[in-house]
């Protein structure tokens, strides 16, 4: 599975988009990208997953660029409640995630 | 539906005590997935079950720990001879499919502290 880097923090104002990078430079053809997150003392949250093609949901935006060697995931309008540690991960076939410590993100009022 | 629910929220444990946990999926998830959590780290996956069978274990599953899943609904983890190193927040997943297809709903996690 590929493995993926992402900054160990990063800030964001409240009310802006937060655009949160990952780096997944050996994907293979056949793996997703998939964000969670995890807020304090709680298990992860699903937010979105793609191939290809960005995605959209209620949450959030996935960007994969072209060769898909890096995606952005954005929360349009992020909010105190945003703060948690996101997760980035590469999965192909396994049906096991393979966590890595993740990118703590801290939404500031 | 309320979600995956894990009991106890909290166990606190002697070194050499056997625990349990339970893990209640949403219901008619037929994907079930344990993990493990120690303090800065992501989860660790342990293993998992398609219905009642388990499919997947990882090598961090020693043989002092067992899951179940009897009957295709909840599963329960047990740690036998607990050790100081089995200290972790224990998580519960499922899914109604495939992880291609959906993402995993996790439950709040049990936290061991093993004195």
């Known amino acids: 599975d590929a493995k993926t880097t992402q900054p160990t923090s990063m800030d964001c104002a409240e009310g802006r988009a937060a655009n949160l990078p990952c780096n997944h430079s050996t994907i293979s053809g056949n793996e997703y990208v998939y964000w969670y997150r995890q807020i304090h003392s709680q298990g992860p949250q699903y937010i979105i997953h793609?191939?290809?093609n960005n995605e959209t949901n209620e949450m959030a935006s996935l960007i994969i660029t072209e060769d898909r060697k890096s995606s952005t995931l954005i929360l349009p309008h992020a909010t105190l409640r945003d703060t948690a540690v996101y997760y980035c991960i590469v999965q192909g076939g396994s049906e096991k995630l393979v966590f890595g410590k993740g990118m703590k993100l801290t939404v500031n009022p | 539906d309320t979600g995956v629910s894990q009991d106890p929220r909290h166990k606190i444990t002697k070194r050499g005590q056997n625990v349990t946990f339970r893990c209640d999926p949403i219901?008619?998830?037929?994907?079930l997935y344990w993990y493990r959590q120690t303090l800065g780290q992501g989860p660790e996956f342990l293993t998992y079950?398609?219905?009642?069978?388990?499919?997947?274990k990882s090598r961090l599953l020693s043989d002092r720990f067992s899951a179940e899943r009897p009957k295709g609904s909840f599963s329960t983890l047990e740690i036998q001879r607990t050790e100081q190193g089995d200290s972790a927040m224990y998580l519960c997943?499922?899914?109604?499919?495939?992880?291609?297809?959906?993402?995993?709903?996790f439950g709040s996690g049990t936290r061991l502290t093993v004195v």
């Open positions: 219901s008619e998830h037929n994907r």
């Open positions: 997943a499922s899914s109604p499919g495939s992880r291609v297809r959906y993402g995993y709903t």
């Open positions: 079950f398609q219905n009642e069978a388990q499919l997947e």
């Open positions: 793609g191939l290809k």
